[in-house]
């Protein structure tokens, strides 16, 4: 099944596109503890019961404990803040893993697979490396039809429609048993330009704004995520979570 992908782009200008914003956004970023993000009371049960964790590009913001998961991030500057807190954190991209067949029984993969041109290999490289019965804790943006210049803005090469993405995991050998509605994005249009209009003319401003202002509101005004059974209702929903098995 194809997947919409609206903006122009080739898969080098994507590349360059999220390294140079990532790079530049993690440069001027603090480390956030994974038990501040609203995704912990599920991550720490998983972690508890499954040991060999991998976590896909997290940043700063990573989501499974520090220790014991193992980080894979392109961002230099994530790996130096990542490696200072103790976690153990190597080079590379979700479409080439560097990790051996079967290896993890936890998967973070968040805001990750909607910034890729390939997104087929970055899910078969999801399924490479996970062991039968593993769990894959993924998030994506929803519905081509809500695009917005945030996406353009941020890297974003596509927005899935519902369907399609639990159709392009159940191909991959994903079942989804919990999906609940995620992410952090301001729903006000006028806040989201402002926003670009800062990173783009005035960055060292806004990632101060960001890191010492919007990041820490945003943490606090967090609500506790409501999960459903499987994929749960999705319209007008921005972006989902979606807690999987692998079958």
């Known amino acids: 099944m194809p997947t919409l992908a609206l903006p122009e782009r080739t898969a080098a200008e994507l590349k360059r596109i999220n390294r140079d914003f990532y790079e530049s956004l993690w440069s001027g970023s603090e480390l956030v503890d994974p038990r501040r993000f609203n995704t912990w009371p599920m991550v720490r049960d998983l972690a508890m019961a499954l040991p060999r964790r991998l976590e896909i590009a997290p940043g700063l913001r990573p989501r499974l404990p520090l220790d014991g998961t193992y980080f894979i991030d392109m961002s230099r500057a994530a790996l130096a803040g990542l490696r200072a807190a103790g976690a153990s954190a190597a080079y590379g991209t979700i479409s080439a893993l560097p990790c051996p067949d079967d290896s993890f029984d936890l998967i973070c993969a968040l805001d990750i697979v909607e910034h890729v041109a390939d997104d087929d290999r970055a899910l078969r490289e999801l399924s490479r490396v996970a062991a039968p019965e593993a769990r ?18 941020v890297g974003h090469y596509r927005r899935y429609p519902p369907e399609q993405i639990a159709a392009r995991l159940a191909a991959n050998g994903w079942t989804i048993e919990r999906s609940a509605v995620y992410g952090m994005q301001p729903s006000s249009r006028t806040l989201l330009s402002l926003g670009q209009w800062y990173l783009t003319n005035q960055r060292d401003r806004a990632l101060w704004w960001y890191n010492r202002v919007v990041m820490p509101l945003g943490l606090r005004l967090q609500k506790p995520l409501h999960w459903y059974a499987g994929l749960g209702p999705t319209e007008g929903v921005d972006e989902i979570i979606l807690l999987c098995r692998r079958l």
Not at 137 to 153: G, I, K, Q
């Open 136 to 153: 894959l804790l993924l998030s994506v943006p929803l519905h081509p039809e809500a695009w917005t210049a945030f996406d353009d803005f």
